[in-house]
Every structure is written in C-alpha cells, then in structure tokens.
C-alpha cells in the first residue's frame, strides 16, 4: 500500500478523468494544450503546456521567428494528490502577473506541468523509479521541443511539496547529462513547501510515538530526498574544480525556498534544515517564509507570488 498512499492520483474523486476544459473558465486568458510525450522506459505521460495570448504560438514551430527574444519555460511539478488540470487556475494566475499581455516584452513565457505515471492521462502506475525516469524525460522534452541554437532558452524549475524532491532530483539528474544532452540550462530552482526527506513526512504525519508508522521508515522504498539531490549536485560541480581553487567548471543554479508559516502537512523544521544544507554545499540559496500561508498557498500570497516572479526574473536575465 506504500505507493497508494504516498501517490494520491486518485483524489479527489473522478480526479484521473478531469479535462482541462473544466478550468478554461478559470484560467483565462491563458491557453492550455496537453501534449504527448514518452518516458525513457516508453510509459505514455501527459504534459499541460500554457502561455499567454500575447505569446506568439512560433515559440514551439517556428525557433526563428523568435530568435532576437528569450523564451523562459517554467517547469512545473506537482505534489502528489489530484490531477495536473486542477493546478492550471493557479498556475494561470502565475503566468497573468509574470507575463503581462504587452507584446514589447523582450522575454516569453511558457509553464508546461508533467503528469507523473499514474497521474491523470498518464500511464502506469507512480513509484519513485518511475517517477524518477518520467522527470528526466520531461527535461530532456523541454530541452528538445523550446531549445534551438538561434534562440536564448531559458528553464525554471518550480516544484510544490513532493514536486521538490521530484524537481531536484530531476535536476541533479539533467545537470549530470548536460554534455549529452540539448542545451538548455536550468537557471533556476523554486521549491515551494519543500520537504527533506520522506522519513521526515513519514513522522510529521504520525507525531504520536504510540503509532508504529513514525519507526516504520527503514521499510519505505520511497525514499525521496531533495538534500540528496543536492548533495548530488554539489558532487556534480566539483568534480572537475581545479585543485588550486579556481572557480568551478560546472555552475548550480540558485535555489529559492518558500515555506508556509501556517503549514499543516510540512513540517516547519524541513525548509530551514534544507537551506542549512544548501549553504553547507556552497549553494546559492534563499528563503523566504511566507506569512500566512497554509501548504498550498504560497502563490497566492502577494509575497510569496512577488518572491518567485523577482527571483525567475533575476535568474534569467544574464
């Protein structure tokens, strides 16, 4: 039952069978498209692609036509309850205040947001190497679909609660493939509502000692980590630092981390312990706790919504 209840796909009910129609409404004017793609071991996954009216849709056909202008692709991943088209009014409202109808804009945005497998219209059934393997190939999507050598192309990665495991670990991932790979960098990092590890949610969810779930954890075979993945990725940029010390050869993207003051799932220890980690790396890192906020407002929050739209933009303008 491990995976059943760690992935809650399957809520709220008829969650798997939502359209993204159902919120058109409610996103407006932003545009939605689902698209197809595949994971690296073949499990079909669905992606939600949204950009505003003002952004010429020659973003994804025609790379030449937007050679002079950058193009930021934020790539969202979910925590794990509900389905991808429940997120887009959130995502919407995001994407209305960084990207404002004006076309003398000099930069693009886009959000494309992956359903894990299992999740949705995607295929199979969520498990960490799964979900592993569909991160991955949803990076290496964005990279081959938005990247082109004539184009400035930008990715920001946004995750929200077990999205920031997923989003890290993915990025430690991408990071490591990077001369094999289009590319594209990653610029950025948001991790919003992060949590430590899955030990950690395993006993901020069961905090009585009388429960035997808390000493459970050494049998959990989901056993996400975005200090891992950091770690990971530290090993990453100084594999190749030049022993008199100079600068390294490979560079992390700054993080920003948001916590919610008033979250009832995460607990309120996790965010500071994973910037204490970050520095200890030699991360850039910042946080910010969100007054107010519960687990999944943060973007609604005037500071926290300000918080990400400064930190995408100072993190893809040089």
Same mark, same amino acid.
């Given at each position: 039952?491990?995976?059943?209840?760690?992935?809650?796909?399957?809520?709220?009910?008829?969650?798997?069978?939502?359209?993204?129609?159902?919120?058109?409404?409610?996103?407006?004017?932003?545009?939605?498209?689902?698209?197809?793609?595949?994971?690296?071991?073949?499990?079909?996954?669905?992606?939600?692609?949204?950009?505003?009216?003002?952004?010429?849709?020659?973003?994804?056909?025609?790379?030449?036509?937007?050679?002079?202008?950058?193009?930021?692709?934020?790539?969202?991943?979910?925590?794990?309850?509900?389905s991808t088209p429940m997120r887009?009014?959130?995502?919407?409202?995001?994407?209305?205040?960084?990207?404002?109808?004006?076309?003398?804009?000099?930069?693009?945005?886009?959000? +494309? !947001? &992956?359903?894990?497998?299992?999740? *949705?219209?995607?295929?199979? @059934?969520?498990? #960490?190497?799964?979900?592993?393997?569909?991160?991955?190939?949803?990076?290496?999507?964005?990279?081959?679909?938005?990247?082109?050598?004539?184009?400035?192309?930008?990715?920001?990665?946004?995750?929200?609660?077990l999205g920031t495991a997923i989003?890290?670990?993915?990025?430690?991932?991408?990071?490591?493939?990077?001369?094999?790979?289009?590319?594209?960098?990653?610029?950025?990092?948001?991790?919003?509502?992060?949590?430590?590890?899955?030990?950690?949610?395993?006993?901020?969810?069961?905090?009585?000692?009388?429960?035997?779930?808390?000493?459970?954890?050494?049998?959990?075979?989901?056993?996400?980590?975005?200090? +891992? !993945? &950091?770690?990971?990725?530290?090993? *990453?940029?100084?594999?190749? @630092?030049?022993? #008199?010390?100079?600068?390294?050869?490979?560079?992390?993207?700054?993080?920003?981390?948001?916590?919610?003051?008033?979250?009832?799932?995460?607990?309120?220890?996790?965010?500071?312990?994973?910037?204490?980690?970050?520095?200890?790396?030699?991360?850039?890192?910042?946080?910010?706790?969100?007054?107010?906020?519960?687990?999944?407002?943060?973007?609604?929050?005037?500071?926290?919504?300000?918080?990400?739209?400064?930190?995408?933009?100072?993190?893809?303008?040089?």
């Amino acid at each position: 039952m491990q995976d059943k209840l760690l992935y809650i796909s399957w809520l709220p009910p008829f969650a798997r069978s939502e359209q993204i129609s159902d919120y058109a409404g409610e996103c407006k004017p932003v545009r939605w498209e689902e698209k197809r793609i595949r994971s690296s071991d073949g499990t079909k996954l669905a992606v939600c692609e949204g950009w505003m009216p003002a952004t010429p849709r020659s973003v994804t056909q025609k790379p030449h036509a937007r050679a002079r202008k950058k193009l930021v692709v934020i790539c969202y991943f979910q925590g794990n309850g509900g389905s991808t088209p429940m997120r887009l009014p959130l995502l919407s409202q995001f994407l209305r205040t960084i990207n404002p109808p004006t076309p003398s804009s000099e930069v693009d945005y886009l959000v +494309v !947001a &992956l359903s894990y497998r299992g999740y *949705w219209k995607s295929s199979g @059934r969520a498990s #960490q190497i799964g979900i592993e393997l569909d991160a991955v190939a949803f990076l290496q999507w964005v990279a081959e679909t938005y990247g082109a050598p004539d184009r400035d192309v930008r990715m920001v990665l946004w995750g929200h609660s077990l999205g920031t495991a997923i989003a890290s670990s993915a990025a430690a991932t991408y990071l490591a493939r990077q001369s094999s790979s289009p590319r594209v960098p990653v610029s950025g990092m948001i991790l919003e509502a992060p949590m430590s590890s899955t030990k950690d949610m395993l006993i901020s969810l069961y905090p009585q000692k009388w429960l035997p779930y808390r000493y459970l954890w050494p049998f959990l075979w989901n056993n996400w980590s975005s200090a +891992v !993945a &950091l770690e990971r990725m530290a090993r *990453w940029r100084d594999q190749d @630092r030049d022993p #008199q010390g100079h600068e390294y050869e490979h560079e992390i993207p700054p993080i920003l981390l948001l916590s919610a003051e008033n979250d009832e799932v995460i607990p309120a220890y996790a965010a500071a312990e994973l910037e204490q980690e970050g520095r200890r790396l030699g991360l850039k890192v910042d946080r910010l706790d969100v007054s107010g906020a519960m687990h999944t407002e943060i973007p609604v929050k005037a500071a926290g919504r300000q918080a990400m739209n400064d930190f995408i933009k100072k993190c893809t303008t040089s």
